[in-house]
């Protein structure tokens, strides 16, 4: 007997989103056949706009700006690149206040999506007193670098803030009090039936199939495959700390939870341990870089979500050209093979439990199928366009 199938459009807006792409499922009543996805609805034109500034602290403002969840991991990676460039060693003391605003980033960007995540699963209440802890976080990156979102702490040659006595006696307190709090809420995570019976084995990737996909960060450490950027290409002060690679072999939408709760517990751990070796000394290297090299150089960090790569090219006098390869476009495509033989219901805990940011994959490329090329438009052609 011949199957029936229909094709089902979820967005590019719709309720479950929080930002603009679109999933068309081919099912089968309830059982998921087949997954296409779509992006590009979401384009601000980051890279053209950063290239396109006078000076490469202005480019440093855009880039940040790619996301304001992990824009510390842009701007991280986006000054290491440049630094490479120019041969910059950057001061002791402003590696690991780096190290440490990286960090708080991790951890509330973590904290952020395990709320989303419990509101997606249907869980109000836990959504909201895991973004009550999330605000812990977000009062000391506001403390620490005047800004609860986009911290503007990295600078060419090292930092722009430094961290005084009381800040560092402040985030040891707050942290320790952060973690009480996490720990019940993660006790929840772990326990609670409704969560448990909404991921376990639900959107499932083994190691295998992992490995053949390129996933990277949480989702490819909870299938087993044990990368970190910060352990196999360490940067900032991250070769001076002691904290574990957290991994799963379950593969599915609640190892991917569970490796995320854990680590917020070691970033905690990281930061305090940076807290205890932080030496003396200045901030950043006290010039400003105007003039440049002409080179060209590939940085990357480990972001909240995974590797997150930057290729950078300079000339003497600016940016001439970034191209930025976020985790999500590593990840997203992995949600065709979690979802095949699931049901329609599993579609949020599994596209979730990926933690994508759309925003980050900001990009629109022009075929011309008379000249078979393929053109990026800058803001003006596309206005007359």
Known sequence: MERECYLLPIGPYHPMLHEPEYLQVILEGERIIDLDIHLGYNHRGVEKIAASKPNIYQSLKVVER?????????????????????????????????????????????????????????????????????SIIMNLLEKISGNRIHYCMNTIGGVTRDLTKDLMESLERKLKELEKRFNDRAEVFRTDSTVNKRTESVGTLNKKKARELGVVGPTARASGIKIDVRKDAPYHCYEDVEFRIVTRKEGDARARMLVRIEEVLESMEIIRQVLDKIPKGEINTNKRYFLLKEGEVTSVVEAPRGENLHFIKTDKERLRRIRIRPPTYANIFALREMLKGATLADIPSTLFSLDPC????????????????????NLEDLWHA
Request: hydrophobic residues 45%; proline residues 1%; negative net charge.
């Open 358 to 377: 759309f925003s980050c994959c900001d990009r629109i490329v022009v075929i011309d199928l008379d000249r078979k090329k393929r053109d990026i438009l």
């Open 66 to 134: 790619t996301c304001g969840i992990c824009g510390e991991a842009h701007s991280a990676c986006f000054v290491l690149g440049v630094e490479k460039i120019l041969g910059i060693e950057v001061p002791e003391r402003a590696k690991y206040i780096r190290t440490i605003m990286f960090e708080l980033n991790r951890i509330q960007s973590h904290l952020l999506w395990l709320g989303i995540f419990a509101y997606e699963l249907g869980f109000e209440t836990l959504f909201q007193h895991t973004w009550a802890d999330r």
